[in-house]
Every structure is written in structure tokens, then in C-alpha cells.
């Protein structure tokens, strides 16, 4: 049996009956269907040319937003298999370079021997933009259970690790866009997010297949000019456009604005509603399951998307009853079997079938979840991740905090990203001790902070932060 349709093809049949409606805007240059489908065409017959085959491992990387997406649907579309990274500051790229056969990118880059390489330079560009003539590209892509995509975590705990995603698994990526109707023509989609990110290609995938058209590497002064009215990324993300954003500026309809990857504060969501006025979607998931809920209101809670299941675990990783806290564990259609060339955090992290994430949460209803934060030793800062010591280490360097410890919590009332317990210096007040702490993770950005002062910080049997605990105490000082 023929493997479903990839985006290419479905694209295909919108941009051969209406080749006039936008499908792309990046800086300022809007590329209709037509044009955009002709070049996915000539770099497909490009692809070939050079030797890619179905079943190769291709690396992508810009600069350019479009012209990455255009390299990556059309070696999809050849059955290869898609990977993404950043041209410059990667540090996991030189691992991702050692499990491919292609590296395409706008900058030279340093390859293992037997890595073909191609510069995406002006002259690559050109050959996109040329009329096509008779020839054709034969699409042949993955089967839903070959590999078709590489990706990765988010590397805030030191290196990324990769994953190798199945047809069936990307394809549900893809499907979150597109079984809930939320893109559709006429939708004009802002991806605030680089391609590395898997749910950004997989976003801006789903837009193209249902019509829409996908604006991309826009600030906020550009709104009024560009009109959004759906726009995705990371909560950090989003405030940085609306930092930008002119001066009383508002759109003159709803926007629909969806979030992944961290907890939306209270000012951030009234920032968003001022100037967009539409739904703000708060979204749950992992790299390693793909989305888990759909929404998350403002106390954590959410209902669990089709096709996903989970379990609560306690501390021997026994499932626990409906109201208990403990670790969440999921299992859902887009789900990866494990980690490249990473067996022992594959065996810890993936069991019998299930993936046994980093966060900590409750059922609290049928298929209802709360998210309450994060049981180890990452915290979640607007989407971006960071290891808990590395802030750790900031604050004990000032002179009136004698020891403290950092947790990503959800409170009730969704007010706090980042709780912190802290024991001070002897002869230091809560006053000093507060306005040094501010000042050290003034580098780290804007956050809200939930402050409570111990006598000790709670540690296990190994002299570790019991973070579990913390959470717990965090949680019981900030409801009195």
C-alpha cells in the first residue's frame, strides 16, 4: 500500500487549483501557491540531481526561514529523512552531522568525512526561481513505519538528545494542526519559532495543507503591516513581540495566539489579550510525545487530546490513584521509541511503552490533567529550559543568601513560574537577601518569582535537593 500523502503533495493539489492565493511572507516578499509550489518542484528535481535518495538523512539549516522549509518538504517528499539545526552556535550539531548523509545550510560548516554538503547561496536560490520546464520529481515518501524526521530535546540540561520520529509519529505531529480545524484558507499564521523546533515545521506544515498561509521572522513592529490572525511559539517568545509592538497598537480582529513549552503568567496573557483580543491556547507536550494537552488554563489544568494516555507515578513508580501528585507518564500516537546513541537515559526515560516525563502533575478528572511543575532539575523560564544548579550557583554567590534552591511550580491561580526557597546569611534580612536575589536572575529575564525563606533546604538520603519536596513546600507556603 502507497504511504499517505506528505505536505508536498497535499500542498500540490491546492497550489495547481488556485496558484493565486499567498502561501509565505518573509521579509516583505509574499510568495503565492503557484510560485511556492514551483519552487518545492525545481528543488526536488535539485535533490535528485545532487544523489539524494529515498531513505537519506538530511540536516537543514537557514539563515532563511523559507527557504529551510522548502529544502525540508521537498527531501520529504523524496522519502528522505528531515533533520533541522541552527547554521552558527549549535552545539549539538556536530552529533547530529555524524548521523547524516546531506548537510545543506547558508553556512559552511564543519562535516565528518563522507557528509555531503551543499551551500544554500545565491546560486541555489537561483535555480528555485527558474521556470519549470517538463520534468518532474516522482514523490516517494516514508511509509508510516520508516523513519521520516530527526529530532531533538531542548538541550538545557547540556546536549540535546535526538530522537528518530516514524512516518506515523510525524504525521500526528502534523495532525494536531490539522484534525481540530485550526488552520484553514484565509489564516495567516506567525511562527515566532525557528524550524529546529519540531512543532514549528510540523505548525507550519499543517498551515500549508489546509490553505493558510505562514508568515515567518517578523518582529512586532511589523504586525500592523503583516495582520496575524493565528500566532504560535514559546511564551518568551511572544513577549519579546509584544516588547516590540507599536504604541497602542491593536489588531483589528481576534488572534488566535497558541503557546508551547511553558506556563503563560497572568501580565503575559493580559499583555496578549490587549493587543490580539482573541483565545490564548496554552499547549502541553514533550519532544518526546509530542502535544499531551491541548490547552492548560490558568491553574494548570487540562483536557488530554485524542490518543493520549496517561499515568501518575510514584516514588518506586507504582501508578497512584486520580488526586495524587506524583511524575507523569504518557504514552500517545506520536510518541518516539527513544534516544539516538543514548541507551541507558532511553531505558530510564521510555519503559514498556510509555515515556516517563520530567514533570510532575495529578489527574483531577476524567482525562483532565494538572500540571503542577517540574521533579527534576530543570525550571522552565518562558519556554526556555535551564538546569536549576546553573541559577543555583548565581544566587549563592551573593553574600546574603547562605544556600537556596530553584523549582519550576504552577500555582492555583497560575501567578508563579519560578519558586525559590532560601535559607539567608547569618545578621541578613529578607530585605537584602530579596534584592540580591532579584538582582542575579535579573540576566536570566523576566519571570515571576514565588520567594519563601527555610531554615534548610529539603535534601534525600544522597545530599541531593529532594525537588519533589521542594515542590511540595513551595506549593504549602505560597496557599498560606
Known sequence: MRPPPVTIEIFEELALREPREPAFLEEGETLDRGRLHSMLL??????????????????????????????????EGLGAVTASFQAEGDPDAPFLFGQVQWVFSARPQVLPPGVHFQLIDEAFVGRLAQPLGAERPTWTPAALAEPQRITRTSGSSGRSKFMLLTGQAQEQWVATGTEKNTYRPGTRLLVLAPLVMNSAFCRSSACLRRGGMVLAGASGAQLPQ??????????????????????????????????VGGVVSPALRAATQRVFGGRIKNRYGSNEVGGICEDLDAAGVGVLGPGVDVRILGPQGEELPAGQAGVIAVRTPAMADGYLERPEET?????????????????????????LGRHDDLVNLGGIKQPAADLEADLRRQPAIADCAV?????????????????RAPDATPETATAQLRDALASWGAMTIRLVFVSAIPTTAAGKVDRMALLRLLREQASR
Open 347 to 371: 531505558a530510564a526515560a521510555f519503559r514498556d511503552g510509555w515515556f516517563v516525563s520530567g514533570d510532575f502533575g495529578m489527574l483531577v478528572g476524567h482525562r483532565e490533567l494538572r500540571l
Open 226 to 259: 503583516l495582520r496575524p490572525n493565528n500566532v504560535w511559539g514559546l511564551p518568551l517568545q511572544l513577549e519579546n513581540l509584544l516588547r516590540d509592538v507599536p504604541p497602542d497598537y491593536v489588531a483589528p480582529g481576534p488572534v488566535l495566539v497558541a503557546t
Open 407 to 423: 523549582q519550576a511550580v504552577h500555582l492555583e491561580d497560575g501567578a508563579v513560574s519560578l519558586g525559590v526557597a532560601l535559607v
Open 42 to 75: 525545481q528543488c526536488a528535481l535539485l535533490l535528485q540531481r545532487l544523489g539524494v535518495r529515498r531513505g537519506d538523512r538530511v540536516a537543514v539549516s537557514g539563515p532563511g526561514f523559507g527557504i529551510q522549509l522548502v529544502v525540508l518538504l521537498a527531501a
